[in-house]
């Protein structure tokens, strides 16, 4: 019998989503409920910063991003990170602003692009191709 831990091992190795549970005696029912729990598998990548743009909910200063190989737009990432090393990234970003566009982009006009030479290591959902669940972690090595 396979435990719940090591199908979770098994798709964190796949780099899938995740898993998602139900309690055992719960009939199943359409919909949000309780006896139901998704776990998410998150994985750490690398990406180039292109510039800055705002949530459109909440209003949060998020990272646009790209791959590093071929600046291909990768998704945007909360800038979590705090005191120095938040300041420092803003400080690097502010240095970096250009008034040329890095990417085709449907984002609003808060965005500020920047030339792109910042790195920053991003903690995200795995399993798509798409940045999801998107934070910046810090700086790339």
């Known amino acids: 019998m396979v435990t719940g831990a090591a199908l979770f091992r098994a798709c964190a190795e796949q780099e899938l989503e995740g ?40 209003g949060a200063l998020m990272a646009l991003l790209a791959h590093s190989d071929g600046l291909n737009y990768a998704g945007a990432a909360f800038i979590t990170l705090s005191g120095d090393e938040r300041k420092e990234f803003l400080a690097q970003v502010e240095r970096l602003t250009t008034s040329w566009t890095a990417l085709k982009s449907s984002r609003g006009t808060d965005v500020k692009w920047c030339e792109p030479s910042l790195t920053v290591r991003v903690k995200h959902l795995a399993g798509s191709k798409v940045l999801r669940h998107a934070r910046v972690r810090g700086f790339a090595e």
Request: overall charge positive; glycine content about 4%; hydrophobic content about 30%.
């Open 19 to 58: 898993i998602v549970s139900k309690h055992s005696l719960a009939p199943y029912r359409s919909g949000r409920s309780r006896t139901w729990l998704k776990t998410k598998c998150f994985t750490e990548s690398t990406f180039v910063v292109v510039g800055t743009d705002r949530d459109r909910k909440t």
